[in-house]
């Protein structure tokens, strides 16, 4: 190697040397740093409490991903939530978050070293549970904290009302969507669906309730979030007639307007069958109502072909009652289609009850969002889905309800709706346009929207 070639290498050799001693030194920086550094990797940001009948939801929100731990103290009873290398965000404070809640009385921080700690005073024992959730529109990153048990849930009130076997009343589950963590669409002036929809749904209830041979059950009761198969489960629980889920839309352009009526659509129902077989505890009964069919006691095959021919039964009924209830409410509010549409709503997947998603307006409409806040509006739209449900159940309520035993009597009643004809009536009914003119007193076939006549028996 020539002297020019050796100076050449020992000046690459030394620069090597030096790039490496950089390297090694910034390491040893960043290590020196790096307490520092973790110890403001989270900040808490904010807490909030959701109250269910069964738990407590306390939300915690952080900047970013922490690892924490849960644990329990008695005498008085506390959860402790411990975050590691978070720090409180300025101006966080708990304040009267805890104000009126069931199970937790009050809030206490404090830091701990690199991380924070968060007291929860509770009533009594509770069961605590925790998980973090990753940053989704409209959050950031979240710990969520359930606190299980500490006051015993209080069972929905059920009315109860003797009637002779074979006239119980028709049961309506009404679900209020989203709720809790899950604020909807949020419309003009920050109102949120979750709030809108409980409001009517809660009027719904009442006017449903409110007629012989009805029962409504609430889905969800409050200001918390129900998985939608715990919502099905709920219904299921009441053995519900019919499952209602009450919803106001959404859309990117605020100009849209209108209810509409959805059920379940075909393709989205021939792959939900196969996920309840593979998800099913408890094969038995699955179709539902009177019928005493054991599942358990057939062959797969079997299993899938009445559940298809009850989730095509249950489809076809949807369909009808989602009619019956834009027939209703289309003198009440403009409709955003006329027909019932399909789609693959998660919640209307229940393969033993007929299910409908009522959506009550466009909240993103700045008109339509200020009526829906309305309690005018909110009775009358509740007024027609209630009417709409009674229309269809008159011909169509199962056997052994009172509705049904009434049809029978012929002592049914039947309010008029867009598109009726005294022949389609009687026809539906299986009787003639005679003989509800005689049972009514009319002398002609005018009827108009809104009028309440007899159907008598066929």
């Given amino acids: 190697m020539t002297r020019t070639a050796e100076y050449s290498q020992a000046n690459a050799d030394s620069s090597r040397w030096q790039r490496l001693r950089r390297i090694e030194l910034l390491g040893l920086i960043g290590l020196l740093l790096l307490p520092g550094l973790a110890a403001a990797a989270?900040?808490?940001?904010?807490?909030?409490?959701?109250?269910?009948?069964?738990?407590?939801?306390?939300?915690?929100?952080?900047?970013?991903?922490?690892?924490?731990?849960?644990?329990?103290?008695d005498n008085p009873h506390r959860v402790v939530v411990d975050m590691a290398n978070t720090s409180a965000a300025p101006g966080f404070n708990p304040g009267m978050v805890a104000a009126g809640r069931e199970r937790v009385t009050g809030v206490r921080?404090?830091?701990?070293?690199?991380?924070?700690?968060?007291?929860?005073?509770?009533?009594?024992?509770?069961?605590?549970?925790?998980?973090?959730?990753?940053?989704?529109?409209?959050?950031?990153?979240?710990?969520?904290?359930?606190?299980?048990?500490?006051?015993?849930?209080?069972?929905?009130?059920?009315?109860?009302v003797s009637r002779p076997k074979g006239r119980r009343d028709v049961?309506?589950?009404?679900?209020?969507?989203?709720?809790?963590?899950?604020?909807?669409?949020?419309?003009?002036?920050?109102?949120?669906?979750?709030?809108?929809?409980?409001?009517?749904?809660?009027?719904?209830?009442?006017?449903?309730?409110?007629?012989?041979?009805?029962?409504?059950?609430?889905?969800?009761?409050?200001?918390?979030?129900?998985?939608?198969?715990?919502?099905?489960?709920?219904?299921?629980?009441?053995?519900?007639?019919?499952?209602?889920?009450?919803?106001?839309?959404?859309?990117?352009?605020?100009?849209?307007?209108?209810?509409?009526?959805?059920?379940?659509?075909g393709r989205g129902a021939s792959s939900e069958t196969a996920r309840w077989l593979a998800a099913s505890h408890?094969?038995?009964?699955?179709?539902?109502?009177?019928?005493?069919?054991?599942?358990?006691?057939?062959?797969?095959?079997?299993?899938?072909?009445?559940?298809?021919?009850?989730?095509?039964?249950?489809?076809?009924?949807?369909?009808?009652?989602?009619?019956?209830?834009?027939?209703?409410?289309?003198?009440?509010?403009?409709?955003?289609?006329?027909?019932?549409?399909?789609?693959?709503?998660?919640?209307?997947?229940?393969?033993?009850?007929?299910?409908?998603?009522?959506?009550?307006?466009?909240?993103?409409?700045?008109?339509?969002?200020?009526?829906?806040?309305?309690v005018d509006f909110q009775n009358r739209i509740a007024a027609a889905i209630a009417t709409g449900i009674r229309n269809y159940m008159s011909a169509s309520a199962p056997d052994g309800t009172l509705v049904a035993w009434q049809r029978r009597q012929g002592g049914q009643r039947y309010t008029i709706s867009r598109g009726d004809t005294l022949s389609d009536i009687a026809s539906r009914y299986g009787t003639s346009t005679r003989r509800i003119k005689e049972a009514n007193g009319m002398r002609n076939d005018v009827i108009r929207i809104g009028q309440v006549i007899t159907i008598p028996a066929g």
Avoid at 131 to 153: S, T
Avoid at 174 to 201: F, M, N, R, T, Y
Avoid at 208 to 220: I, P
Avoid at 287 to 301: C, F, R, T, V
């Fill in 42 to 73: 989270s900040r808490l940001e904010g807490l909030r409490m959701h109250e269910a009948p069964d738990y407590t939801r306390v939300v915690l929100d952080v900047s970013a991903p922490a690892e924490f731990s849960i644990f329990t103290l």
């Fill in 282 to 374: 408890q094969n038995s009964d699955l179709i539902g109502g009177e019928a005493e069919i054991h599942l358990n006691d057939q062959p797969d095959g079997i299993k899938e072909v009445l559940l298809d021919l009850s989730m095509d039964a249950n489809r076809i009924a949807s369909i009808e009652v989602g009619a019956a209830i834009l027939d209703t409410m289309a003198p009440v509010t403009k409709l955003h289609k006329k027909d019932v549409e399909e789609a693959g709503f998660l919640v209307l997947k229940s393969p033993d009850i007929p299910s409908v998603l009522v959506e009550t307006g466009f909240i993103s409409n700045p008109g339509e969002a200020k009526r829906l806040r309305s």
């Fill in 171 to 265: 049961v309506i589950a009404i679900d209020a969507g989203h709720g809790g963590e899950d604020p909807g669409a949020l419309g003009p002036g920050g109102v949120l669906e979750k709030d809108v929809v409980l409001q009517i749904s809660r009027r719904l209830e009442q006017k449903l309730s409110a007629t012989s041979g009805y029962q409504a059950v609430m889905v969800r009761t409050g200001d918390y979030y129900l998985a939608h198969r715990k919502r099905q489960d709920v219904a299921r629980d009441a053995r519900a007639d019919l499952f209602v889920s009450v919803h106001a839309d959404a859309f990117k352009e605020p100009s849209v307007y209108g209810a509409s009526v959805y059920t379940l659509s």
């Fill in 109 to 160: 921080t404090s830091v701990r070293g690199s991380g924070f700690r968060v007291v929860l005073d509770v009533t009594g024992p509770v069961e605590p549970s925790g998980f973090a959730l990753d940053p989704v529109a409209p959050y950031g990153h979240r710990l969520v904290i359930d606190l299980a048990g500490g006051k015993r849930a209080a069972k929905p009130e059920r009315k109860v």
